[in-house]
């Protein structure tokens, strides 16, 4: 094949994910005169920021933002992500701000600035009833478990060295909480009223420590930037203070009854029960997780058959650029590609890029990369004399290739490509560290309420075994029809 068909065939793929980008970039508000900001958050750390039943994000900040945004007239998008992910998507330029139960630290003060402080806490630890451990004395050579990026985990760390106790992290509160109740490390160190809210939530975990290192809750934006913003919160804030509604929200949530929010135990020690009370995140979620496989791999199959057969062209530059490309897209984790695009290329451009678009050009690359392994490798094992016989009867390259070796490399690839899909499917429950939320970030925000891990992680996981059994079906299918019996 002529080396400029290449070279738009590249441009084409090019333009189609930069195209992706911008066109999930461009939710602009210019119709609207109020000022619009993306704003990042935990949505698992309740009481400050949860899910409720409805599938509406609530909790102490997420009403307070609500009240601050209705009087100073600002809208914003919500972005649901992991703290620490958050936390660097604001310094990257990605979100214009993070509430999410942040304490204002000295060191984040170097890079953030922050509101006016809105809510007063210190940090406990807590560990298991049958675990015998009663006081920090006691965790000499033990694994503590910590939330990446939290202040919690800061002042664990600073007494390391006097308690003698390895650590280990979770991005999450409540993998950290069950990790602990399941034995697997031997106390939490959480902020405090995050900590009670969970265990009088069902969380089995017990209190071992007075609060200590008592700090204040901030909204932060990067230093220096969205001025207007922090203006506004603070101006909103003074107001909601003033008038009560900041003490009503307060008194609602960390006096609030378990079933207010979670629904009844008879709901959540039921697995029907689970399901009718969360259907409508369920569904979500298994849509977002579909939405992300198909399109997933349609753009990868695109990226992938365009380098695979870069990499059978007679020509020294396409095979190593095909093989480059290859080697690093399938060498990369993952999660880190996934992170290098959502935060790293914002920090880089200055252009913020929708988790969407960062979750379909990370599986367009990955998935991608090993489709043009495969795709190589099918072209390759048609046998030699094939091309020569096209040749022979005057087809030029071009044709030779597309008429002859290719119906017969995909016919030997097609259990790979149905393969490859399933492959992908499970490879979208990673885009959830970037905020998407798809069935595993889905049952990540309903534990955080609930914290019946083990019924709806089982749930998950039974969700994703009849999709992965309904695409096997297909690769049967698809093989018996098209493969090469």
Known sequence: MKKHTWLKFGTLIVTMLLGLVVFSATNVHADKKEPHYVITTDTTYAPFEFQAQNGQYVGIDMDMLRAIAKREHFT?????????????????????????????????????????????????????????????????????????????????????????????????????????????????????????????????????????????????????????????????????????????????????????????????????????????????????????????????????????????????????????????????????????????????????IPAIAAGLITLTLNEGAYIAAFVAGGLKSVDVGQMEAARSLGLPYRKAMLKVIMPQGIKLMIPSFVNQFIITLKDTSILSAIGIIELTQTGTVIISRNSQGFRVWFLVAMMYLIMITLLTFLAKWADKKFGNN
């Open 76 to 352: 914003y998008k919500l972005v649901p992500i992991a703290f620490n992910s958050g936390a660097q998507g604001v310094l990257s330029g990605q979100f214009d701000a993070i509430i999410a139960g942040m304490t204002i630290t000295p060191e984040r003060q170097q890079v953030y600035d922050f509101g006016t402080p809105y809510y007063k806490t210190g940090i406990i630890a807590a560990a298991s009833p049958k675990s015998g451990i009663t006081s920090l004395n006691q965790l000499r050579g033990k694994t503590v478990a910590l939330k990446t990026g939290t202040g919690s985990a800061q002042y664990a760390l600073s007494i390391q060295k006097k308690y003698g106790f390895k650590v280990t992290y979770f991005n999450d509160s409540n993998t950290m909480y069950n990790a602990v109740a399941l034995g697997n490390a031997a106390v939490a160190f959480e902020d405090d009223p995050v900590m009670k809210y969970a265990i009088k939530n069902g969380i089995k975990l017990k209190i071992i420590t007075k609060p200590a290192n008592a700090g204040q809750y901030g909204f932060a934006v990067k230093k220096g930037q969205n001025q207007e913003l922090l203006a506004k919160f603070n101006a909103g804030y003074a107001a909601i203070k003033k008038d009560g509604t900041y003490d009503k929200i307060v008194a609602k949530y960390l006096g609030a009854k378990e079933s207010t929010f979670a629904g009844s135990a008879k709901e959540n020690n039921s697995l029907i029960g689970l399901l009718k009370q969360n259907k409508d995140q369920f569904i979500g979620g298994i849509i977002k997780t579909l939405q992300l496989t198909v399109f997933g791999i349609i753009f990868a199959t695109i990226f992938g058959v365009l380098i695979g057969v870069l990499a059978v062209v007679p020509n020294k530059f396409a095979y190593g650029l095909s093989s480059t490309i290859i080697y690093i897209f399938r060498g990369l984790p993952l999660l880190v590609l996934a992170f290098f695009i959502y935060i790293g290329l914002p920090s880089l451009t200055g252009t913020k």
